[in-house]
T-cell receptor, first 114, second 119 residues
Framework: DGGITQSPKYLFRKEGQNVTLSCEQN?????MYWYRQDPGQGLRLIYY???????QKGDIAEGYSVSREKKESFPLTVTSAQKNPTAFYLC?????????????FGEGSRLTVL | AQSVAQPEDQVNVAEGNPLTVKCTYS??????LFWYVQYPNRGLQFLLK??????LVKGSYGFEAEFNKSQTSFHLKKPSALVSDSALYFC?????????????????FGKGTKLSVKP
């Protein structure tokens, strides 16, 4: 079945450590996105990528990094520079730039900093 | 700047009653509007969208939404609520003129409304 796979579902990190969240899609979508979800704040865009080898900062990119070496993969690294990384992270994809089409979401990764 | 407002943090409805989840938006041009649903610890699922044409849009699971340009609203509705409809609902907006790429091409999400349907 086509879809988006995020891993791990739960992740614990000590302060000062970098962690990488995986996102893989087999929908053949060009565009991929990373969102952060905090209670009562909705979804905030971290990074997005319209095509392979290109990505753009979203609204809250500080302390995060991404790569897009393959169409299917868009990993997110939460660096030690991110001051408050505990959150639910959602990866999404869309045909093209989400013009009139909807976003398809993964099941999310919950990161907790100990 | 584009923005979306969901004025109610929570909506409580009895099973079998009609439900409405409110959404208003602010954009400088013509909007594309979306509704998504999220169950606990899951990703978001697409419900419906307004692109153009008929102001009443029908979507998944019996939901519908009405686009009202004069009131800049896109309220989500269902004639008869089910307990299984209990979830977090997000409204989102995007500029039609945003073009391919660039921040204007991305969706702006509301903060979400928790729908609770009691038996």
């Amino acid at each position: 079945d086509g879809g988006i796979t995020q891993s791990p579902k739960y992740l614990f990190r000590k302060e000062g450590q970098n962690v990488t969240l995986s996102c893989e899609q087999n929908l053949n979508h060009d565009a991929m996105y990373w969102y952060r979800q905090d209670p009562g704040q909705g979804l905030r865009l971290i990074y997005y990528s319209q095509i392979v080898n290109d990505f753009q900062k979203g609204d809250i990119a500080e302390g995060y990094s991404v790569s897009r070496e393959k169409k299917e993969s868009f990993p997110l690294t939460v660096t030690s520079a991110q001051k408050n990384p505990t959150a639910f992270y959602l990866c999404a994809s869309s045909i093209g730039g989400a013009h009139t089409g909807e976003l398809f979401f993964g099941e999310g990764s919950r990161l907790t900093v100990l | 700047a584009q923005s979306v407002a969901q004025p109610e943090d929570q909506v409580n409805v009895a099973e079998g009653n009609p439900l409405t989840v409110k959404c208003t938006y602010s954009v400088s041009g013509n909007p594309y509007l979306f509704w998504y649903v999220q169950y606990p610890n899951r990703g978001l699922q697409f419900l419906l969208k307004y692109i153009t044409g008929d102001n009443l849009v029908k979507g998944s699971y019996g939901f519908e939404a009405e686009f009202n340009k004069s009131q800049t609203s896109f309220h989500l509705k269902k004639p008869s609520a089910l307990v299984s409809d209990s979830a977090l609902y997000f409204c989102a907006v995007r500029l039609q003129e945003g073009g391919y790429g660039g921040s204007q091409g991305n969706l702006i999400f509301g903060k979400g409304t928790k729908l609770s349907v009691k038996p």
